[in-house]
């Protein structure tokens, strides 16, 4: 019975040993997990705020300070180019997932925002522009390009925004505009793209604003850019897939209007108003993008389609008792979407190459040697020990040190060297050893200086008799390397007065 209760007691105390080990091992984990949390470094990226946009007048290409006296009177329904210049300070740590805050001028918002990538000018992908929730602020988002490019760090925004002024007046006839689209749309539903970027435009037309009496009306419908976009059919009819709704948002029925479209002209449909249409309508259809540089990076594109219309109006419009007057109304509906961001780095290394003099071919060289990276910074009496080491081996004995800022904070140079841990039997570079001017590269240099000894020779006589004098004698020193023993040809002379 007792052994049952040790056995027991034993059993209770090995569990309770291995929970505490895997509690300690998920706390490690958290430990490890917490230090690699990415940061938001916008206090530390110049150029992003609210007052450091730019934009560009009418025709011109240069780019002009946007201050509120200019961004007071955008129009709400007016597009705006804005960009912005931003700076990444030499000596700031970005870390891969760290954020940087974008804010836009007030009264600005972005117009219909979607995330973009940010390329470097090789086509390499440095961070994303994602708007935020109200699209009066945006994210960029770092991936790891600028921790080894960490020096000169910059780069440009661009994208399309809106004012808050309304001064808009509708055309009494006919007006269009688009939006970019995700969701349910006649009962099927448009995803985004996977990376949750809107792949298509709802493109919207306002007819008969003007609440007229027509008749014979007409409606076509011309799409442009047909290598960006494309007009969604019906997968059972094999027409666009529109619909016409009123001002209370009824929709209008399809017995009202016949679709014309012709899979020979796959960019044109039209529209032929069954009898008279006597009140305001909006038409809404949907085009999927096809553009591969937006839908795969939100690079920024615009979007046209024209939009006309033919028909009658009685009393030419007026309600009096005039004419019949045909009416003839076109319009463009343009849509921009995405962005464009440019960022560039240079990167900074140092190749170290260990060089060996004098090694005889019979000496074995060390299997390793350690150098580690010195920088002497502005005011520092000598250099400092960075924490970077590298181990170099044969058969090259070369390594580089890599990710290396050229300026501190303060825009000073960083003077940098490298030392080397002291080889046996070799004369070694363990002075800070500076950069080549032209290459930026290290060699050092070690000189085989075996260390030396000395061998000391003592010539013993046995049973010599009393009064007998012995002769001298020659000692020579051999060696033995690799099993094989040679003369050194170095001899001494042993006598009654040395040895």
């Known amino acids: 019975m007792n052994e049952k209760i040790k056995f027991s007691s034993r059993s209770i105390w090995k569990w309770l040993g291995i929970f505490l080990f895997i509690v300690s091992i998920f706390i490690g984990v958290g430990s490890q997990t917490h230090s690699v949390k990415a940061a938001d470094i916008s206090t530390s990226v110049t150029g992003l705020g609210g007052n450091d946009a730019y934009y560009q007048k009418d025709g011109s290409t240069d780019w002009i300070k946007a201050d509120s ?95 808050s002024k309304d001064d808009s007046k509708s055309n009494p006839y006919i007006g269009k505009n688009g939006w970019s689209f995700s969701g349910d749309f006649k009962n099927v539903n448009y995803p985004q793209t996977s990376d949750k970027r809107n792949q298509y435009v709802m493109w919207d037309a306002r007819v008969n604003d003007g609440k007229f009496q027509m008749n014979n009306l007409l409606i076509n419908d011309t799409l442009l850019n047909t290598d960006k976009q494309k007009i969604v059919l019906d997968p059972i009819t094999s027409k666009p897939i529109i619909q016409i709704t009123d001002d209370d948002n009824n ?38 993008i096809t553009d591969q540089g937006y839908l795969q990076s939100g690079s920024g594109i615009s979007l046209q389609n024209n939009m006309d219309l033919t028909g009658n109006i009685p009393n030419d419009g007026t309600g009096g008792d005039g004419k019949s007057v045909v009416i003839n109304k076109t319009t463009q509906g343009t849509f921009t979407i995405g962005g464009h961001g440019e960022g560039y780095g240079t990167k900074f290394s140092i190749n170290v190459t260990k060089k ?83 290459t930026d590269d290290v060699t050092i240099t070690n000189t085989y200086a075996p260390a030396k000894t000395s061998i000391k020779v003592n010539k013993v006589w046995k049973d010599v008799p009393k009064g007998v004098n012995t002769p001298p004698v020659t000692a020579t020193l051999y060696k033995t390397v690799n099993d094989t023993t040679t003369s050194t040809g170095q001899t001494r002379q042993l006598n009654t007065s040395n040895g």
Not at 260 to 273: C, E, G, N, T, V
């Open 356 to 438: 060996w003099v004098g090694k005889p071919d019979d000496v074995k060289l060390p299997d390793s040697i350690k150098v580690t990276l010195y920088a002497k910074h502005d005011g520092d009496s000598k250099p400092v020990s960075t924490g970077k080491s590298l181990t170099l081996t044969a058969p090259d004995w070369k390594g580089t040190f890599t990710d290396l800022w050229t300026l501190d904070s303060n825009k000073k140079k960083i003077e940098y060297s490298v030392v080397e841990d002291p080889v046996s039997n070799y004369t070694a570079t363990t002075s800070s050893q500076s950069l080549d001017d032209k």
């Open 251 to 288: 929709v209008i029925p399809d017995s009202d209007y016949t679709i014309l479209y012709s899979a020979s002209d796959p960019a044109k449909f039209s529209i032929q108003w069954n009898g008279t249409l006597n009140k305001a309508i909006n038409i809404k259809y949907l085009t999927k």
């Open 69 to 163: 006296s200019v961004t007071d009177n955008w129009q709400k329904y007016t597009n705006y180019k804005l960009r912005y210049k931003y700076t990444i300070p030499d000596g700031t740590v970005v870390k891969n997932g760290d954020t940087a805050k974008v804010t836009l001028p007030a009264g600005i918002t972005l117009h219909d925002a979607q995330p973009f990538d940010i390329f470097d000018n090789n086509g390499t992908v440095i961070g994303r522009f994602t708007p935020d929730s109200g699209s009066k602020t945006g994210t960029i988002t770092f991936n790891g390009y600028y921790s080894e490019h960490v020096n000169g760090r910059g780069g440009t925004l661009t994208f399309e925004v809106n004012g």
